[in-house]
C-alpha cells in the first residue's frame, strides 16, 4: 500500500467529513437500539406483571411478542445501516479513492 497516497487521503476534508458523517449515523442508531433494549429490560426488571399478561385465553405472554419485536426492531435498524453505509458512504469512499488515484 501507498503510505503517501493514504496520508494524503486521511488530510482529504470529504473523506473526514464522510468518517464524521458515517460514525455519527452509526452511533445514533446505536443508541437508538440500546434505548429499545433498555426499555424492554427495564419494564422487565420493574413491572414483570405488565410482560406476563396472557393475550387473550392462550398461554402466550405479552412479553413475548414485544421481546420478538425488540429482536425483529433490531435486526431492521442493522439493515437501514447496512443499506445506507453501501448506497451512500461506500459510493462517497470509491469516489474519494478515485480522485486520489488510490487502488
Avoid at 460514525?23 to 427495564?42: D, E, K, Q, T
Avoid at 413475548?64 to 469512499?93: C, E
Amino acid at each position: 500500500m501507498d503510505r503517501k497516497a493514504e496520508a494524503t487521503i486521511m488530510g482529504d476534508l470529504n473523506f473526514r467529513t464522510m468518517v464524521r458523517a458515517r460514525n455519527r449515523f452509526a452511533l445514533i442508531l446505536s443508541i437508538l437500539v440500546l434505548v429499545i433494549y433498555f426499555i424492554f429490560i427495564g419494564i422487565a426488571s420493574f413491572n414483570p406483571q405488565l410482560l406476563a399478561q396472557t393475550v387473550g385465553n392462550s398461554a402466550i405472554t405479552i412479553g413475548m411478542p414485544i421481546a420478538a419485536l425488540v429482536i425483529i426492531v433490531s435486526w431492521l435498524i442493522t439493515g437501514v445501516y447496512i443499506y445506507v453505509t453501501n448506497r451512500h458512504f461506500d459510493q462517497l469512499k470509491e469516489k474519494i479513492k478515485k480522485e486520489h488515484h488510490y487502488e
